[in-house]
Nanobody
Framework: VQLQASGGGLVQTGGSLRLSCAASGRTLSNYHMAWFRQAPGKEREFVAAITYKGGSTFYEESLKGRFTTSRDNAKNTGYLQMNSLKPEDTAVYHC????????????????????WGQGTQVTVSS
């Protein structure tokens, strides 16, 4: 599956953005999905994940209440809604996918995802 993240941009503190992750090549409903981010000079970190049917979601604890992940399998697209954005949310955001057929999924583990999108830049100005 190929993933294409989009929707990033420049936003002021307190603003909102919705990122999209469009899949092609395979049916997205066969994959769990996740979002990670990497700020300049820092390691990539987990943001959110969602099961293949969207029945369960997982979040980095500090982002709960501000970020929401969802998916529309009919559109082969996943989403990350980001509200009340802060300058520390500035990063490149990547979407990732893991086949449902693979066992032992750890949603927050970067190494558990086989497929990655190229990333979209989110910049939050103060």
């Amino acid at each position: 599956v190929q993933l294409q993240a989009s929707g990033g941009g420049l936003v002021q503190t307190g603003g909102s953005l919705r990122l999209s992750c469009a899949a092609s090549g395979r049916t997205l409903s066969n994959y769990h999905m996740a979002w990670f981010r990497q700020a300049p000079g820092k390691e990539r970190e987990f943001v959110a994940a969602i099961t293949y049917k969207g029945g369960s979601t997982f979040y980095e604890e500090s982002l709960k209440g501000r970020f929401t992940t969802s998916r529309d399998n009919a559109k082969n697209t996943g989403y990350l809604q980001m509200n009340s954005l802060k300058p520390e949310d500035t990063a490149v955001y990547h979407c990732a996918a893991r086949p449902v057929s693979a066992t032992g999924w750890a949603p927050t583990s970067e190494s558990d995802y086989s497929y990655w999108g190229q990333g979209t830049q989110v910049t939050v100005s103060s």
